[in-house]
């Protein structure tokens, strides 16, 4: 089973996460909700649509590509973009989205989330 939102609710509301951990399944889901793309699940379709548009999903690819859409056309993506970035913190920034979601202590034995793979995919 691959890693989807609600696994990502469920890190983000437990006790037994750690603050890091909670904030970057919360980010992730958030942008997930925003994205303009319906119906999302699974985190593995969010993130190759990042790809597909700005490149490694790395905080500075998405800071700046938040910084080039038109805010007219592209609200929902900027949203989404800008709320993502709190998943990185002051000491991780070198780590791309996909690091950031494989550290992800697991809500259950079922999912799983393999960062090499989508990187491989770019």
């Not at 699974?42 to 690819?61: H, K, W």
């Not at 929902?76 to 800008?82: F, P």
């Amino acid at each position: 089973m691959q890693l989807n939102s609600d696994n990502l609710r469920t890190i983000a509301s437990s006790s037994d996460a750690s603050e890091g951990d909670r904030r970057v399944a919360a980010a992730v889901c958030v942008a997930m909700d925003d994205w303009p793309t319906q119906g999302q699940i699974l985190v593995d379709e969010f993130l190759r649509e990042l790809l597909a548009e700005f490149g490694q999903p790395t905080y500075e690819n998405i800071r700046s590509g938040a910084a080039r859409l038109n805010i007219t056309t592209d609200a929902w993506k900027a949203e989404a973009l800008t709320g993502l970035l709190v998943a990185w913190s002051e000491n991780n920034r070198h780590l791309s989205l996909c690091d950031l979601l494989g550290g992800l202590s697991s809500p259950s034995p079922n999912h799983s989330f393999n960062p090499d793979a989508l990187k491989r995919a770019g």
